[in-house]
C-alpha cells in the first residue's frame, strides 16, 4: 500500500514508491516479533525499498514501544528497505532522538546533518 500519509508534524504528504506499514497501538511487548514478521512479509510481498511506518495510533514513550520500534528499524535494515517513521508523538519524537534512533524521523544528532554518517570524531564531541 503507497499513497498519502502524514508527516511527523502530521501534515499530509505523498509517499511514492514506499510501503506504508501502520502500527496499531498501543503496543505490548509480546506484539513485537509479530509485527517485525509482518513488516519482513509486507516487504518481501511488495519488494519495497522504501517502508513508512505510521505510528500514528501509538501514543505511549513506553519500553516496549522504543522496542518495536528499533526493530522495526532493524527488520528493514536486514531486508535493504530504508524505513521512514510518520505521526511520531511528539514524546516519542524526543525519546527515540535521545537513544539515537531520530533520523528516521528527520532528526538529527546534534551537530549532525539528516541522513549523514559521521566518519570521524570531531573535537569537542561529548563521550558516549
Request: glycine fraction near 14%.
Amino acid at each position: 500500500m503507497s499513497g498519502p500519509v502524514f508527516s511527523p508534524s502530521g501534515e499530509k504528504e505523498a509517499v511514492v514508491g514506499a510501503e506504508v506499514f501502520v502500527v496499531p497501538g498501543p503496543v505490548a511487548r509480546s506484539e513485537v516479533q509479530g509485527l517485525c514478521d509482518r513488516l519482513a512479509e509486507t516487504v518481501r510481498g511488495s519488494g519495497a525499498r522504501d517502508v513508512v511506518v505510521d505510528l500514528g495510533e501509538v501514543r505511549g514513550t513506553d519500553p516496549a514501544t522504543v522496542e518495536a520500534v528499533a526493530r522495526l528499524r532493524l527488520t528493514a535494515a536486514r531486508l535493504g528497505c530504508r524505513v521512514r517513521l510518520v505521526r511520531v508523538s511528539p514524546g516519542l519524537q524526543v525519546l527515540l532522538g535521545w537513544l539515537g534512533l531520530g533520523e528516521a524521523v528527520g532528526q538529527a544528532e546534534q551537530g549532525e546533518e539528516p541522513g549523514r554518517v559521521q566518519e570521524r570524531v570531531e573535537p569537542g564531541d561529548p563521550a558516549l
